[in-house]
Protein backbone atom coordinates (compact mmCIF):
# COMPACT_ATOMS: atom_id res chain seq x y z
CA UNK A 1 0.00 0.00 0.00
CA UNK A 2 1.37 3.43 -0.41
CA UNK A 3 1.64 6.05 2.15
CA UNK A 4 -1.02 7.98 0.83
CA UNK A 5 -4.05 5.48 0.92
CA UNK A 6 -2.34 3.23 4.11
CA UNK A 7 -4.08 0.05 5.60
CA UNK A 8 -7.51 1.15 3.98
CA UNK A 9 -7.98 -2.23 1.60
CA UNK A 10 -7.05 -4.33 4.32
CA UNK A 11 -10.37 -4.10 6.45
CA UNK A 12 -12.00 -5.28 3.45
CA UNK A 13 -9.72 -7.90 2.19
CA UNK A 14 -11.22 -11.16 3.81
CA UNK A 15 -14.45 -9.98 2.54
CA UNK A 16 -13.81 -9.26 -0.72
CA UNK A 17 -14.99 -12.53 -3.03
CA UNK A 18 -12.23 -13.74 -5.94
CA UNK A 19 -12.47 -11.54 -8.74
CA UNK A 20 -9.50 -13.72 -11.21
CA UNK A 21 -9.78 -17.41 -10.86
CA UNK A 22 -7.53 -18.91 -13.66
CA UNK A 23 -7.16 -22.85 -12.99
CA UNK A 24 -4.04 -24.83 -14.83
CA UNK A 25 -3.02 -28.44 -14.44
CA UNK A 26 0.11 -30.25 -14.91
CA UNK A 27 0.00 -33.83 -15.84
CA UNK A 28 -1.33 -36.38 -13.14
CA UNK A 29 0.88 -38.30 -10.87
CA UNK A 30 -1.09 -41.39 -9.63
CA UNK A 31 -3.83 -41.82 -7.44
CA UNK A 32 -3.01 -40.03 -4.31
CA UNK A 33 -4.97 -41.34 -0.53
CA UNK A 34 -8.68 -42.31 -0.69
CA UNK A 35 -8.76 -40.00 2.40
CA UNK A 36 -8.55 -36.72 0.32
CA UNK A 37 -10.62 -38.21 -2.91
CA UNK A 38 -7.21 -38.51 -5.19
CA UNK A 39 -4.52 -36.47 -6.62
CA UNK A 40 -5.55 -32.98 -7.34
CA UNK A 41 -9.32 -33.59 -6.16
CA UNK A 42 -11.85 -30.88 -5.97
CA UNK A 43 -9.43 -28.26 -7.38
CA UNK A 44 -11.94 -26.58 -9.64
CA UNK A 45 -13.60 -26.37 -6.42
CA UNK A 46 -11.25 -23.75 -4.59
CA UNK A 47 -11.75 -20.07 -4.43
CA UNK A 48 -9.38 -18.06 -1.94
CA UNK A 49 -11.84 -15.88 -0.02
CA UNK A 50 -10.61 -12.22 -0.59
CA UNK A 51 -8.04 -13.15 -3.26
CA UNK A 52 -7.84 -10.46 -6.24
CA UNK A 53 -6.15 -13.16 -8.42
CA UNK A 54 -5.38 -16.89 -8.19
CA UNK A 55 -3.67 -18.91 -10.17
CA UNK A 56 -4.40 -23.11 -9.24
CA UNK A 57 -1.75 -25.90 -10.28
CA UNK A 58 -2.24 -29.45 -9.80
CA UNK A 59 1.77 -30.31 -9.44
CA UNK A 60 3.71 -33.65 -9.30
CA UNK A 61 5.52 -32.58 -6.40
CA UNK A 62 4.84 -29.52 -4.30
CA UNK A 63 8.55 -29.54 -2.95
CA UNK A 64 11.72 -27.47 -4.28
CA UNK A 65 12.98 -30.56 -6.32
CA UNK A 66 9.91 -30.02 -8.16
CA UNK A 67 8.55 -26.58 -8.12
CA UNK A 68 12.15 -25.21 -9.15
CA UNK A 69 11.67 -27.06 -12.32
CA UNK A 70 8.61 -26.23 -12.97
CA UNK A 71 8.63 -22.20 -11.96
CA UNK A 72 6.05 -22.78 -9.46
CA UNK A 73 9.21 -21.39 -6.79
CA UNK A 74 11.87 -18.81 -6.92
CA UNK A 75 15.40 -20.50 -5.88
CA UNK A 76 16.20 -16.83 -5.18
CA UNK A 77 14.14 -15.99 -2.62
CA UNK A 78 15.37 -18.87 -0.59
CA UNK A 79 19.14 -18.56 -1.14
CA UNK A 80 21.20 -18.36 1.12
CA UNK A 81 18.68 -19.34 4.29
CA UNK A 82 19.72 -23.20 4.83
CA UNK A 83 22.97 -25.02 5.22
CA UNK A 84 24.77 -26.95 3.10
CA UNK A 85 24.10 -30.88 3.42
CA UNK A 86 20.53 -29.95 4.59
CA UNK A 87 18.58 -32.73 2.94
CA UNK A 88 14.96 -32.45 2.13
CA UNK A 89 12.23 -34.55 1.12
CA UNK A 90 11.01 -34.73 -2.23
CA UNK A 91 8.11 -36.12 -4.60
CA UNK A 92 4.47 -34.62 -2.54
CA UNK A 93 2.11 -34.34 -5.09
CA UNK A 94 -0.87 -31.94 -4.90
CA UNK A 95 -1.91 -28.41 -5.88
CA UNK A 96 -0.52 -25.24 -5.59
CA UNK A 97 -2.46 -21.81 -5.70
CA UNK A 98 -0.61 -18.68 -6.24
CA UNK A 99 -2.23 -14.94 -5.97
CA UNK A 100 -2.74 -11.96 -4.10
CA UNK A 101 -5.27 -9.90 -2.18
CA UNK A 102 -6.53 -6.44 -3.08
CA UNK A 103 -3.17 -3.93 -2.23
CA UNK A 104 -1.88 -0.70 -3.33
CA UNK A 105 2.00 -1.18 -3.74
CA UNK A 106 3.74 -2.58 -5.76
CA UNK A 107 7.04 -4.41 -4.69
CA UNK A 108 6.85 -7.63 -5.84
CA UNK A 109 7.35 -8.59 -8.91
CA UNK A 110 7.06 -12.39 -8.88
CA UNK A 111 4.83 -13.23 -12.15
CA UNK A 112 5.55 -10.09 -13.48
CA UNK A 113 2.43 -9.03 -11.34
CA UNK A 114 4.16 -6.08 -9.57
CA UNK A 115 1.48 -6.25 -6.93
CA UNK A 116 2.08 -6.73 -3.55
CA UNK A 117 0.08 -9.09 -0.95
CA UNK A 118 0.71 -12.63 -2.78
CA UNK A 119 0.78 -15.48 -1.07
CA UNK A 120 0.98 -19.21 -1.85
CA UNK A 121 -1.38 -22.24 -1.04
CA UNK A 122 0.08 -25.88 -1.21
CA UNK A 123 -2.18 -28.92 -0.02
CA UNK A 124 -0.90 -32.11 -0.27
CA UNK A 125 -2.95 -35.16 -1.53
CA UNK A 126 -1.86 -37.06 1.55
CA UNK A 127 -3.22 -34.57 4.31
CA UNK A 128 -2.45 -34.87 7.91
CA UNK A 129 -5.18 -32.56 9.07
CA UNK A 130 -3.23 -29.63 9.75
CA UNK A 131 -1.84 -26.59 8.71
CA UNK A 132 1.52 -24.38 8.95
CA UNK A 133 0.99 -20.86 8.14
CA UNK A 134 3.93 -18.63 7.71
CA UNK A 135 5.59 -14.98 7.11
CA UNK A 136 8.71 -14.49 5.42
CA UNK A 137 12.29 -13.76 6.14
CA UNK A 138 13.49 -10.19 6.17
CA UNK A 139 12.12 -8.60 3.48
CA UNK A 140 11.81 -11.62 0.94
CA UNK A 141 9.28 -12.55 -1.37
CA UNK A 142 6.68 -15.32 -0.80
CA UNK A 143 8.92 -18.58 -1.64
CA UNK A 144 11.57 -17.41 0.71
CA UNK A 145 10.74 -20.31 3.46
CA UNK A 146 10.41 -22.77 0.62
CA UNK A 147 13.25 -25.12 1.44
CA UNK A 148 13.74 -24.18 5.23
CA UNK A 149 9.60 -25.13 6.20
CA UNK A 150 7.19 -25.85 3.02
CA UNK A 151 9.06 -28.83 1.81
CA UNK A 152 9.63 -30.04 5.58
CA UNK A 153 5.66 -29.60 6.65
CA UNK A 154 4.22 -30.78 3.33
CA UNK A 155 6.16 -34.15 3.62
CA UNK A 156 5.05 -34.28 7.04
CA UNK A 157 1.25 -34.26 5.54
CA UNK A 158 0.59 -30.08 6.50
CA UNK A 159 -1.21 -27.95 4.09
CA UNK A 160 0.86 -24.40 4.10
CA UNK A 161 0.05 -21.10 3.65
CA UNK A 162 2.27 -17.97 3.30
CA UNK A 163 2.21 -14.27 2.57
CA UNK A 164 5.14 -11.86 1.06
CA UNK A 165 3.67 -9.99 3.85
CA UNK A 166 2.35 -6.63 1.79
CA UNK A 167 5.51 -5.48 1.32
CA UNK A 168 8.86 -6.43 0.36
CA UNK A 169 12.39 -5.37 -0.73
CA UNK A 170 14.26 -2.93 0.81
CA UNK A 171 12.36 0.31 0.44
CA UNK A 172 9.32 -1.48 2.07
CA UNK A 173 9.10 1.58 4.26
CA UNK A 174 7.94 3.11 1.46
CA UNK A 175 4.29 1.85 2.03
CA UNK A 176 1.66 2.58 4.29
CA UNK A 177 0.62 6.07 5.21
CA UNK A 178 2.27 6.45 8.55
CA UNK A 179 5.81 5.60 10.13
CA UNK A 180 5.22 1.54 11.39
CA UNK A 181 2.17 1.22 8.99
CA UNK A 182 5.15 -0.81 6.35
CA UNK A 183 5.57 -3.60 9.62
CA UNK A 184 1.91 -3.52 10.99
CA UNK A 185 0.54 -4.14 7.53
CA UNK A 186 2.94 -7.82 8.12
CA UNK A 187 0.54 -8.76 11.20
CA UNK A 188 -2.14 -8.20 9.12
CA UNK A 189 -1.61 -10.25 6.38
CA UNK A 190 -0.26 -13.04 8.28
CA UNK A 191 -4.19 -12.96 10.15
CA UNK A 192 -5.14 -12.69 6.34
CA UNK A 193 -3.85 -15.83 4.98
CA UNK A 194 -4.37 -17.58 8.07
CA UNK A 195 -8.07 -17.13 7.55
CA UNK A 196 -8.28 -17.66 4.28
CA UNK A 197 -6.33 -20.87 3.91
CA UNK A 198 -8.71 -22.47 6.54
CA UNK A 199 -11.43 -22.13 4.30
CA UNK A 200 -9.35 -23.24 1.17
CA UNK A 201 -8.44 -26.59 3.43
CA UNK A 202 -11.69 -26.58 3.91
CA UNK A 203 -12.61 -26.16 0.54
CA UNK A 204 -10.34 -29.10 -0.82
CA UNK A 205 -10.36 -31.88 1.88
CA UNK A 206 -14.45 -31.63 2.88
CA UNK A 207 -13.57 -29.77 6.86
CA UNK A 208 -11.31 -27.45 8.37
CA UNK A 209 -7.37 -27.90 9.69
CA UNK A 210 -7.95 -29.81 13.10
CA UNK A 211 -4.43 -28.21 14.13
CA UNK A 212 -2.95 -25.33 13.07
CA UNK A 213 0.64 -23.54 13.57
CA UNK A 214 2.57 -20.73 13.15
CA UNK A 215 5.96 -20.41 12.30
CA UNK A 216 9.07 -18.47 10.44
CA UNK A 217 11.79 -17.45 10.90
CA UNK A 218 13.86 -13.85 11.60
CA UNK A 219 10.83 -11.36 10.37
CA UNK A 220 9.04 -14.51 9.98
CA UNK A 221 9.39 -15.24 13.56
CA UNK A 222 8.36 -11.65 15.06
CA UNK A 223 5.36 -12.60 13.10
CA UNK A 224 5.10 -15.61 14.86
CA UNK A 225 4.98 -13.93 18.17
CA UNK A 226 2.60 -11.42 17.49
CA UNK A 227 0.46 -13.56 16.44
CA UNK A 228 0.10 -15.55 18.97
CA UNK A 229 -0.21 -12.77 21.60
CA UNK A 230 -3.15 -10.74 18.92
CA UNK A 231 -4.69 -13.33 17.57
CA UNK A 232 -4.32 -17.12 19.44
CA UNK A 233 -7.64 -18.24 18.57
CA UNK A 234 -6.06 -18.92 15.02
CA UNK A 235 -3.51 -21.34 16.08
CA UNK A 236 -2.54 -24.04 17.89
CA UNK A 237 0.88 -23.37 18.48
CA UNK A 238 4.02 -21.73 17.10
CA UNK A 239 7.58 -22.01 16.37
CA UNK A 240 9.64 -19.10 16.40
CA UNK A 241 13.20 -19.24 14.84
CA UNK A 242 15.73 -16.36 16.28
CA UNK A 243 12.55 -13.61 15.92
CA UNK A 244 13.00 -9.76 15.34
CA UNK A 245 12.33 -8.05 19.24
CA UNK A 246 10.01 -4.85 18.54
CA UNK A 247 9.84 -3.14 21.88
CA UNK A 248 8.70 0.24 22.80
CA UNK A 249 10.81 1.10 25.68
CA UNK A 250 13.40 -1.48 26.00
CA UNK A 251 15.69 -3.41 23.72
CA UNK A 252 15.21 -3.51 19.63
CA UNK A 253 17.58 -3.43 17.03
CA UNK A 254 17.67 0.35 16.73
CA UNK A 255 19.29 0.47 19.99
CA UNK A 256 22.03 -2.21 19.50
CA UNK A 257 22.83 -1.47 15.67
CA UNK A 258 24.13 1.94 15.90
CA UNK A 259 26.62 1.46 18.77
CA UNK A 260 28.19 -1.39 16.26
CA UNK A 261 28.17 0.83 13.35
CA UNK A 262 30.37 3.55 15.59
CA UNK A 263 32.31 0.82 17.16
CA UNK A 264 33.31 -1.60 14.53
CA UNK A 265 35.14 0.74 12.63
CA UNK A 266 37.30 1.81 14.98
CA UNK A 267 38.09 -1.97 16.22
CA UNK A 268 36.39 -0.91 20.18
CA UNK A 269 35.41 -4.43 20.77
CA UNK A 270 34.24 -4.28 24.12
CA UNK A 271 32.22 -1.56 23.15
CA UNK A 272 30.53 -3.69 20.80
CA UNK A 273 30.11 -6.48 23.44
CA UNK A 274 28.55 -3.90 25.74
CA UNK A 275 26.12 -3.34 22.74
CA UNK A 276 24.82 -7.21 23.33
CA UNK A 277 27.21 -8.87 20.20
CA UNK A 278 28.62 -12.25 21.60
CA UNK A 279 32.18 -12.95 22.45
CA UNK A 280 33.52 -15.61 20.22
CA UNK A 281 30.74 -13.97 17.42
CA UNK A 282 33.98 -11.23 16.03
CA UNK A 283 34.84 -13.55 12.99
CA UNK A 284 31.06 -13.09 11.51
CA UNK A 285 31.59 -9.21 12.32
CA UNK A 286 33.06 -8.08 9.09
CA UNK A 287 30.40 -10.09 7.03
CA UNK A 288 27.99 -8.37 9.05
CA UNK A 289 28.56 -4.89 8.72
CA UNK A 290 29.43 -5.35 5.08
CA UNK A 291 25.67 -6.47 4.26
CA UNK A 292 23.88 -6.21 7.41
CA UNK A 293 24.41 -3.54 9.81
CA UNK A 294 24.23 -0.75 8.23
CA UNK A 295 21.05 -1.27 5.46
CA UNK A 296 18.93 -2.63 8.54
CA UNK A 297 19.43 0.20 10.70
CA UNK A 298 19.13 2.50 7.50
CA UNK A 299 15.82 1.17 6.35
CA UNK A 300 13.94 -0.20 9.38
CA UNK A 301 14.78 3.34 11.21
CA UNK A 302 13.03 5.20 7.77
CA UNK A 303 10.47 2.93 8.93
CA UNK A 304 9.78 3.92 12.31
CA UNK A 305 11.65 7.62 12.52
CA UNK A 306 11.70 8.78 8.94
CA UNK A 307 12.01 12.79 10.23
CA UNK A 308 15.81 12.07 11.61
CA UNK A 309 17.14 12.41 8.24
CA UNK A 310 14.63 14.84 7.28
CA UNK A 311 14.30 14.69 3.55
CA UNK A 312 16.86 12.17 2.55
CA UNK A 313 15.21 8.95 2.11
CA UNK A 314 17.12 6.06 4.35
CA UNK A 315 20.12 8.12 5.34
CA UNK A 316 23.74 7.82 4.45
CA UNK A 317 24.99 4.27 4.04
CA UNK A 318 28.65 3.95 5.90
CA UNK A 319 28.36 7.92 6.57
CA UNK A 320 30.91 8.56 9.52
CA UNK A 321 30.07 9.41 13.36
CA UNK A 322 29.24 12.89 13.19
CA UNK A 323 28.42 13.43 9.86
CA UNK A 324 24.76 15.08 10.56
CA UNK A 325 21.82 12.98 10.61
CA UNK A 326 23.82 9.84 10.42
CA UNK A 327 22.74 6.74 11.36
CA UNK A 328 25.73 5.64 13.26
CA UNK A 329 24.68 8.30 15.86
CA UNK A 330 21.30 7.11 16.10
CA UNK A 331 19.91 7.46 19.65
CA UNK A 332 16.25 5.70 20.04
CA UNK A 333 16.25 6.79 23.69
CA UNK A 334 16.53 10.15 22.26
CA UNK A 335 14.57 10.39 19.54
CA UNK A 336 11.43 8.33 21.43
CA UNK A 337 9.78 7.27 18.24
CA UNK A 338 7.15 5.32 20.42
CA UNK A 339 3.94 5.58 18.35
CA UNK A 340 5.09 4.12 15.33
CA UNK A 341 6.95 1.36 17.59
CA UNK A 342 3.59 0.71 19.28
CA UNK A 343 2.20 -0.10 16.44
CA UNK A 344 4.14 -3.30 15.98
CA UNK A 345 5.45 -4.27 19.69
CA UNK A 346 5.46 -7.29 21.49
CA UNK A 347 4.25 -7.81 24.98
CA UNK A 348 5.17 -11.15 25.52
CA UNK A 349 1.27 -12.21 26.44
CA UNK A 350 1.17 -15.16 24.50
CA UNK A 351 -2.20 -17.04 24.20
CA UNK A 352 -0.93 -20.29 22.78
CA UNK A 353 2.40 -22.63 23.07
CA UNK A 354 5.52 -21.28 21.67
CA UNK A 355 8.85 -22.42 20.73
CA UNK A 356 11.58 -20.21 20.33
CA UNK A 357 15.53 -21.25 18.99
CA UNK A 358 18.18 -18.57 18.77
CA UNK A 359 21.76 -19.07 18.04
CA UNK A 360 24.08 -17.58 20.52
CA UNK A 361 26.48 -16.10 17.98
CA UNK A 362 23.87 -14.13 15.89
CA UNK A 363 25.91 -11.04 14.67
CA UNK A 364 22.27 -9.28 13.45
CA UNK A 365 19.99 -10.42 16.74
CA UNK A 366 22.19 -10.70 19.11
CA UNK A 367 20.73 -13.23 21.38
CA UNK A 368 21.28 -10.99 24.73
CA UNK A 369 19.26 -8.50 23.05
CA UNK A 370 16.66 -10.01 21.69
CA UNK A 371 15.20 -13.76 22.02
CA UNK A 372 16.44 -13.89 25.98
CA UNK A 373 14.64 -10.68 26.61
CA UNK A 374 11.54 -12.13 24.82
CA UNK A 375 12.07 -15.32 27.11
CA UNK A 376 11.99 -12.97 30.43
CA UNK A 377 8.71 -11.18 29.04
CA UNK A 378 6.95 -14.33 28.44
CA UNK A 379 7.34 -15.62 32.03
CA UNK A 380 5.46 -18.44 33.09
CA UNK A 381 3.29 -18.63 29.50
CA UNK A 382 3.36 -22.01 27.55
CA UNK A 383 7.09 -21.60 26.68
CA UNK A 384 10.03 -23.58 25.72
CA UNK A 385 13.58 -21.76 25.12
CA UNK A 386 16.30 -23.29 23.30
CA UNK A 387 19.76 -21.19 22.63
CA UNK A 388 21.91 -22.74 20.30
CA UNK A 389 25.34 -22.63 20.63
CA UNK A 390 27.40 -21.23 17.87
CA UNK A 391 24.11 -20.89 15.92
CA UNK A 392 24.21 -17.54 14.08
CA UNK A 393 21.42 -15.72 12.08
CA UNK A 394 21.80 -17.07 8.59
CA UNK A 395 22.79 -20.65 8.37
CA UNK A 396 23.83 -19.85 5.11
CA UNK A 397 27.49 -19.16 6.69
CA UNK A 398 27.53 -22.71 8.05
CA UNK A 399 29.60 -23.56 4.49
CA UNK A 400 32.42 -20.63 5.49
CA UNK A 401 32.55 -21.69 8.92
CA UNK A 402 31.57 -25.96 9.42
CA UNK A 403 34.26 -26.15 12.57
CA UNK A 404 32.67 -22.93 14.27
CA UNK A 405 28.97 -22.96 13.33
CA UNK A 406 26.46 -25.06 14.06
CA UNK A 407 22.85 -24.71 11.98
CA UNK A 408 19.76 -24.27 12.79
CA UNK A 409 17.49 -25.57 10.35
CA UNK A 410 17.22 -28.93 11.95
CA UNK A 411 16.96 -27.45 15.93
CA UNK A 412 13.81 -25.79 14.10
CA UNK A 413 12.77 -29.07 13.06
CA UNK A 414 13.15 -30.85 16.02
CA UNK A 415 11.05 -28.03 17.90
CA UNK A 416 8.46 -28.00 15.55
CA UNK A 417 8.10 -31.80 16.29
CA UNK A 418 8.19 -30.96 20.17
CA UNK A 419 5.42 -28.23 19.52
CA UNK A 420 3.30 -31.07 17.95
CA UNK A 421 3.80 -33.96 20.96
CA UNK A 422 3.08 -30.77 23.18
CA UNK A 423 -0.25 -30.04 21.57
CA UNK A 424 -1.15 -33.44 20.03
CA UNK A 425 -0.44 -35.72 22.37
CA UNK A 426 0.16 -33.64 25.94
CA UNK A 427 4.05 -34.41 25.83
CA UNK A 428 6.05 -31.92 27.99
CA UNK A 429 8.84 -30.89 25.72
CA UNK A 430 12.39 -30.89 26.96
CA UNK A 431 13.30 -28.41 29.83
CA UNK A 432 14.35 -25.02 28.23
CA UNK A 433 18.19 -25.34 27.74
CA UNK A 434 21.29 -24.34 26.07
CA UNK A 435 22.03 -26.60 23.80
CA UNK A 436 25.85 -26.82 23.51
CA UNK A 437 27.35 -27.81 19.95
CA UNK A 438 28.07 -31.32 19.38
CA UNK A 439 31.44 -33.05 18.87
CA UNK A 440 30.21 -34.61 15.92
CA UNK A 441 27.49 -35.97 13.94
CA UNK A 442 25.48 -34.45 10.74
CA UNK A 443 24.84 -30.88 12.05
CA UNK A 444 23.10 -30.18 8.95
CA UNK A 445 20.33 -32.50 9.54
CA UNK A 446 20.30 -33.39 13.59
CA UNK A 447 19.70 -32.02 16.43
CA UNK A 448 18.30 -32.84 19.90
CA UNK A 449 16.37 -30.68 22.12
CA UNK A 450 16.98 -32.25 25.51
CA UNK A 451 17.89 -36.32 26.53
Known sequence: MSRSRGLTALASGLAVAATAVLTVSAPAAGAGT????????????????????????????????????????????????????????????????????????????????????????????????????????????QYANDFTISDWALAKGYAYAVTDKGNTGVAFYKDGREPGDAIAEWNHRVTQIAVAAKAVVRQRYGRLPKRTYAAGVSNGGYLVRWQLENRPWLYDGGIDWEGTLWRVKGDNLLNFLPPALRAYPEGDDQAMYDAGFARGSEFLWPFHHQFYWDLTQRVYREELDPGFDGDTEAGTPYCAPGTPACDADYDYDARKPYRAVRKIALTGRIGKPLITVHGTLDALLPISRSSDVYAEMVGDRPFRYYRIADGTHTDGLYASYPDRLRPLLPCFRSAFEAMEGWVERRQSPPPSATLPRPAGGDLANECQLGM
Open 34 to 141: AATGGHCDRQGRIAVPGAEKQVVACLDDLTTAGTAASGHTDPADWAGLHPVGAVNPTGVPGIQVDGYFPDTSATNTNHGWKHDAQFVLRLPDDWNGGLVVAGTPGNRE
